[in-house]
C-alpha cells in the first residue's frame, strides 16, 4: 500500500471520527437511564404520590420537596461527577428548590417550550422519572428542526439546557407519570428570571 493511500485512508478515519462525535456530543440534551444506585432509587420510591399532598396545577400536581434525603442523593458528587464527566463541563447543585410532579392520564401533557434561562450560564434543567406507566413521549427539536422521541424509563435522568432545544411532553393517555425536577447550573450567578421564579415559586405553594 503506497503513503498516498495511507494518508487518504487516514483522513477519512478522522472525518468520520469528528462527525460521529459531533452527532453525539451534543451538550444541549443529555439522557442517562439507571442513573441512581438501587439503594438511592428504593428511596426516592418511597415519596408518595398522594394526590392530597400536591397542588393541581391545571395540567400536573406539583408540591416542593424540603426532603435533605432527596437532596444529598441527587446532589452526591459520585452523580455530579457522572454528569460532568458526560457533559464535559463544571457544574453545582441549585438553590432552587427541587420539585415532586406527576402528570394523570387526562393531562394534556406539556407545550414546546424552552426552559428560561435562570443564570449568567446556561443551567441544566433535570428530568427524574420515578414511575412512568404511560404512553408519554418527550420530544425535542434540534438545531436543524429534527424532532427526536424518547420514552423515559423509570430511574432516568433527562437533562435540558436552558434556552436551548425546543421540547414538548404527549398526554400519558393512560397511566401515570411521575417525576423529580431539579436543577444542575454551571454557575451560582443567577438573573433576574432567577429571582422572578423564586417570588411565583413561594406564591405559588
Partial sequence: MNKKRIILIVLL?????????RETNDDNILYIPNFLDEKDYQEILKLRS?????IFENFRYAKPLSNKVVNDIFYNDKYMDQIKMKLNKKLYPSKFPIE????P????????????????KPQYEGI????????????WKDS?????????EPNSLLLVKAK??????TPPEEGEREIIKLIYTQTQKTNQNYK??????????
Fill in 50 to 54: 398522594d394526590e392530597n399532598n400536591f
Fill in 105 to 120: 392520564k387526562d393531562s394534556p401533557g406539556m407545550h414546546w417550550h424552552k426552559d428560561l434561562l435562570m443564570y449568567e
Fill in 144 to 152: 436543524k428542526g429534527k424532532i427526536y422521541n424518547l420514552w423515559t
Fill in 128 to 139: 427524574f422519572t420515578i414511575r412512568n406507566n404511560t404512553k408519554s413521549i418527550t420530544q
Fill in 13 to 21: 478515519l478522522l472525518l468520520f471520527f469528528l462527525f460521529i462525535n
Fill in 164 to 169: 436551548g432545544y425546543e421540547h414538548h411532553v
Fill in 196 to 205: 422572578d421564579e423564586m417570588k411565583r415559586f413561594k406564591t405559588r405553594y
Fill in 100 to 103: 415532586h410532579r406527576y402528570y
